[in-house]
Each structure stands twice: as C-alpha cells, then as structure tokens.
C-alpha cells in the first residue's frame, strides 16, 4: 500500500498541470470532450470460479493418485483495490494498483481415484485460504463517439501472501467491451478473459497420519465469461460503474473514480 500512497503523493500536485500536458497528441480528437488526464479509484471485486490441477503431488508413503481432473476445485475471491491513472493519449488509459485479496480455494479429494490408505481414512477436502497484498499495471485502449464507445483493457497482476503456505498466484485479465453513452450513463456488453495460475506447497494434516507436505498447481477451469455494465458520470470529477459477469464464472465489480 505504502506504493500507491507514494504514486499519489506524486501524480496529485502534478494535476494542476494536467489540463495543458495530457493526454498528448490531444488533436486527434478533434472537438471531443476528453476526460481529465489523472484518477484515482477504488475497486471491489467478487469472483467465484472452478479450477483445474495442473498438478499435484504429496509425501505419503505407499499411497498413490489416480487422474487428478478427477479432483473437484472452486475458487472464491474478495478484491479491493486503489488504483491510479492517467490518459497519456486520447486512446490509451495506463494505470498502476495496489489492494488486498481475500482468497479461499477447495480441493475436494472426495470423487479422487486414491490407493493405499488405510481403511477408514480419505483426504476429504482441503482448505487454502489466504490473504495477501495484491499489485499491477495495465492499460485501456479506447475509441468512441458522443452516442457509443468500445475499449480493451488489459490487466496484470501479483499477489504477495502471508500464511502457514508457500503461495504465489498471477493473473492476466483481457476485457472487451462495447457500449452506450446517454445523459451521462454508459451501458456495455463484453466479456472477461482470465488466465490465473495458483500456486501453493505446505502441509495438509490427516486424522491418524499427521501432517502430509503437498504442492499443488491450479489453472482457471474456463478462460471466458460474459459481462454487462452500466456507470454514471456525477460531473466532470467523479463517476461510479457496476459491472457483472455470468457464465461459467461469476464476478462482480464495482468501482468509484476521482478525476483531475
């Protein structure tokens, strides 16, 4: 967080200035209101989502796994987020965040082709929750009228835990979206593509055995899902959008923007 709060302290006294230096190249927009140059914002984010294992593998003398696609795993993810911004040209949008995620990742090993234990004894379910420190950048291509607008927005992250567990977790997120403009609303239809790889290695405790060391590598089940939004524009300074996603997946996005 201490990152973004130093972005800030520098890009905030930099906004008295923002009107005549960005985005450059400003004519070619011609006579199109342009939106002021820097933001900061906050996002929340929600997401529920199947994964598959890439792979998985675990000490336990004796006991073997059969097709791990077998293993049933969902992902539930809370995400909030500030995030600073500026239009270095008409049509690019780049940005940098920092937040926190709240992750919570089940391993049902109860439909798992598994031998070797001893009678009585399964690997049940196994619970990965963590919290950790969430960091990024992107940037948004745009190009609209007065009555309609389309963009892409491209996203990287990483996120840095803290645990009992050896994690790491990346995501790259694409979002097309195409829309309506009216009296200060937008409207959209898009969609989300998500590529997030889970990483996690510690110990899983078992009745009567004790403590089992795993690693396991997750990927997202389904790539795409389907998203519709709306925002509204307060005034110049300050708006607010909604966003939802459906399908395979669900997600939820809110997010509130300052302008300078």
Do not use: C
Request: hydrophobic content about 40%; charged content about 20%.
């Amino acid at each position: 967080m201490r990152r973004l709060v130093l972005l800030l302290v520098v890009l905030i006294p930099l906004s008295s200035a923002a009107d005549s230096s960005l985005p450059f190249m400003k004519d070619l927009a011609g006579d199109a209101n342009l939106p002021r140059p820097w933001g900061i914002s906050l996002d929340f984010y929600t997401m529920d989502q199947d994964y598959d294992i890439e792979s998985l593998s675990f000490q336990l003398p004796g006991v073997s796994l059969g097709d791990p696609s077998e293993i049933d795993v969902t992902n539930e993810v809370r995400h909030f987020d500030l995030k600073a911004d500026a239009w270095i040209l008409p049509f690019l949008n780049v940005f940098g965040l920092v937040g926190r995620v709240n992750i919570d990742t089940l391993v049902d090993f109860s439909t798992a082709d598994i031998q070797g234990l001893p009678p009585g004894v399964n690997l049940g379910r196994l619970p990965v929750s963590f919290d950790g420190t969430v960091w990024g950048g992107g940037f948004t291509l745009a190009y609209g009228t007065e009555r309609w607008f389309t963009s892409v927005t491209t996203v990287w992250t990483k996120t840095s835990t803290s645990g009992d567990l050896d994690s790491k977790v990346t995501s790259t997120v694409v979002q097309p979206r195409i829309g309506l403009l009216r009296s200060g609303w937008r409207f959209w239809v898009g969609g989300m593509y998500l590529d997030t790889d889970e990483k996690h290695s510690g110990v899983f405790p078992l009745p009567f055995i004790g403590d089992v060391p795993f690693e396991v590598d997750l990927k997202t089940s389904d790539n795409w899902n389907y998203t519709v939004g709306a925002g509204y524009e307060l005034n110049d300074r300050v708006n607010l959008s909604l966003e939802a996603g459906f399908g395979n997946r669900q997600h939820s996005l809110f997010n509130f923007n300052v302008r300078f």
